[in-house]
């Protein structure tokens, strides 16, 4: 993976990925990533275009244009979801073209991408700072991507559309609690076993922390397809309470 | 309610006892429930602290046990009635992950006996300075977040001994407001059926959108992961 010589970096994904990622305007412009949380300290950050005054803050980042980091190296804690990508599902479209869709956790989503996609399958509009926020904030966030490739291309061409097509994110405090929000899959993707696939990988790494207290708060209309997920409505009379703003 | 007057019958005039009320505007927002003026025990000399560093996880975990409160939601119930204890590391490491973290401390001479009945606490004793060193836990709540959508509030607990005096409905305002002050006004609680009623009466409620409260219960035989005393499935590794 090769980052560029402009003061923009790339954020490190593992060695065995395939893509590079896209030059979508990345909207955490204004933003400075990922050294808040103080647990990536040792991956490279989204550096804002001419952020001289970040950059003198972020330290080592500075010149380290030539520098991979592993994402598990033993000195950082273990404390959060590793990144993973991996090929879910490959088509062959009726016109020759390959479809795969790939399965993503722990890298770098573009918020237009979500906000688009949360258009398409009609939720309300959410602020785009906050939903950036929040997205950098959640414990996991998983995603489904398309890329089309027509026959006898490389997958690795940049004029390939890489398609937003699915995301779930779960909030939780490491160690006990989570919670699942935001799952939604493309409508012209729906019905292929694809969100079954996000909510699965999500409970299995949060499994794998040993967080026990999955939880979520469904639509009436999905709750069938979270029961055969493994989810019980109210178990043993817990219920969800919401709190009231009074003005 | 004019469609009722034609009901009770045409001619006749209604009778004294009914009164006519207004016709009834039906709104879809809750009303905020009815706060009865009942006489609440005093509350006693506390001190609220929204530090992560004053919690001593320790102390946190002796809470719990005496709350009788457990962090899963389906604890081991001991054969003598209690839960199980909790692992301090992954209490250390739930609380530094918690957007908001409330504790309360109190005399430790108060919490033994009741505050009213103490005649004979030493005037000396009440000059040292309340503060989470000299005092001992007994409130905490936190709250998870991601900091600017939603949040969800768990582990809120007081002290039996002095229950039912305010405590909890103040820990749990203190983390509201400071949830409201980023921004967040999506505020979840998991609750049992005990706790239903004191979420209820701090202004908690049925979700706007009617939203249904699922949890992962599925349990299986191998590749199974223990939360008190569920065994959850591992969903396997498998393609759509």
Same mark, same amino acid.
Not at chain 1, 4 to 20: K, Y
Not at chain 1, 91 to 97: K, M, V, W
Not at chain 2, 37 to 48: D, L, V
């Given at each position: 993976?090769? $980052? ?25 412009? $204004?933003?400075?990533?990922? &050294?808040?949380?103080?647990?990536? *300290? ?49 088509? $062959? ?26 258009? *398409? ?9 906050? &939903? ?30 890489? *398609?937003?097509? +699915?995301?779930?994110?779960? $909030?939780?405090?490491?160690? @006990? ?34 967080? +026990? ?33 009074? @003005? | ?14 009778? %004294? ?6 016709? %009834?505007?039906? =709104? ?14 005093? /509350? ?48 250390? !490491? ?15 001479? !108060? ?22 060193? /000299?005092?001992? !836990? ?33 820990? !749990? ?23 239903? =009623?004191?979420? %209820? ?10 939203? /249904? ?7 299986? =035989? ?7 005393? %569920? ?10």
């Amino acid at each position: 993976m090769q $980052t560029s010589s402009s003061p923009q970096l790339c954020a490190v994904v593992p060695v065995d990925c395939v893509f590079n990622s896209s030059n979508q305007l990345p909207y955490p412009a $204004t933003f400075s990533l990922g &050294l808040s949380a103080g647990n990536r *300290k040792l991956k490279l950050s989204r550096l804002q275009a001419g952020g001289f005054w970040e950059s003198i803050r972020s330290g080592l980042i500075k010149n380290n244009s030539t520098q991979v980091i592993e994402p598990s190296s033993s000195s950082q804690e273990d404390e959060e979801p590793l990144p993973q990508e991996f090929v879910l599902v490959e088509n $062959t479209l009726p016109d020759g073209t390959i479809e795969q869709i790939i399965f993503s956790s722990g890298a770098e989503v573009d918020v237009y991408a979500v906000q688009a996609l949360c258009d *398409k399958v009609g939720w309300p509009r959410r602020p785009l700072s906050k &939903l950036a926020a929040a997205l950098r904030n959640s414990y996991m966030v998983a995603t489904l991507h398309s890329i089309k490739k027509s026959a006898g291309e490389e997958l690795t061409e940049p004029n390939n559309e890489k *398609k937003l097509i +699915g995301m779930a994110r779960a $909030t939780s405090d490491h160690a @006990f609690n989570a919670t699942i929000w935001d799952v939604l899959v493309d409508p012209s993707y729906q019905g292929q076993g694809l969100g079954k696939a996000l909510i699965e990988k999500l409970i299995r790494a949060l499994l794998q922390r040993d967080i +026990g207290n999955i939880s979520l708060f469904a639509d009436s209309k999905v709750v069938e397809f979270y029961r055969n997920l493994g989810f019980e409505p109210d178990p043993e009379g817990i219920k969800g309470m919401f709190w009231y703003p009074r @003005f | 309610m004019a469609f009722l007057r034609s009901i009770h019958g045409g001619g006749s005039l209604p009778s %004294k006892s009914q009164t006519l009320s207004p016709p %009834k505007i039906s =709104n879809n927002i809750q009303k905020p429930p009815i706060r009865h003026r009942h006489r609440r025990r005093p /509350t006693p000399p506390i001190f609220i602290s929204t530090n992560l560093s004053d919690v001593n996880p320790i102390h946190l975990r002796d809470l719990c046990a005496t709350c009788n409160h457990s962090v899963h939601r389906f604890p081991n119930i001991l054969p003598d009635g209690r839960s199980e204890h909790v692992d301090v590391d992954k209490l250390r !490491l739930a609380l530094r992950h918690s957007s908001v973290v409330v504790s309360v401390f109190s005399r430790p001479e !108060l919490v033994a006996s009741p505050p009213e009945s103490a005649a004979g606490v030493d005037w000396y004793r009440r000059m040292i300075p309340l503060t989470p060193v /000299t005092g001992q !836990l007994v409130g905490f709540g936190r709250a998870v977040s991601d900091s600017s959508l939603t949040a969800s509030i768990y582990d809120v607990m007081v002290i039996p001994t002095l229950q039912r005096r305010g405590i909890g409905r103040m820990i !749990l305002q203190r983390i509201i407001r400071l949830l409201t002050n980023k921004g967040i006004y999506d505020i979840a609680a998991l609750c049992s059926d005990q706790e239903m =009623n004191f979420f %209820k009466a701090c202004g908690f409620g049925d979700d706007i959108l009617e939203s /249904t409260t699922m949890m992962y219960t599925r349990s299986g =035989n191998d590749m199974v992961v223990s939360a008190g005393r %569920k065994l959850l499935m591992v969903p396997p590794l498998r393609k759509p």
